[in-house]
């Protein structure tokens, strides 16, 4: 059973920076697709990025340029670095991880496992 458990967020100004860390245990970080999905309430949870198996990774065009994604497979862990924050980045962001190498999309259906989600404030 993969778990996922996030950590990083908080409160940060307009143009600050954050980063977001999950910690994934029953799965190695590089032998399946690792995404990042956030949701605001009352609206559907958006993809913000994802890195297949490979290595290739894939961006919403709303965080392009300003997000970088990694994975540190020594510590199994799959991060984001985000920068240039803007209040519209405000949202609870979730880990998410398929039981796939590469046949992954941005797409909610794709991914089978998520972790509990971890709050990002963005104030002016």
């Known amino acids: 059973q993969v778990q996922l458990v996030e950590s990083g967020g908080g409160s940060v100004q307009t143009g600050g920076s954050l980063r977001l860390s999950c910690k994934v245990s029953?799965?190695?970080?590089?032998?399946?697709?690792m995404a990042w999905f956030r949701q605001v309430p009352g609206e559907e949870r958006e993809g913000v990025t994802m890195?297949?198996?490979?290595?290739?990774?894939d961006y919403g065009e709303a965080v392009k340029g300003r997000f970088t994604v990694s994975k540190d497979v020594v510590r199994n862990t799959f991060n984001l670095q985000m920068n240039t924050l803007e209040h519209e980045d405000t949202a609870m962001y979730y880990c998410?991880?398929?039981?796939?190498?590469?046949?992954?999309?941005?797409?909610?259906?794709?991914?089978?496992?998520w972790g509990q989600g971890t709050q990002v404030t963005v104030s002016s």
């Open positions: 890195v297949k198996g490979d290595g290739t990774t």
């Open positions: 998410a991880s398929s039981e796939y190498s590469f046949a992954c999309t941005l797409v909610i259906s794709d991914w089978r496992y």
């Open positions: 029953g799965a190695s970080v590089n032998d399946v697709c």
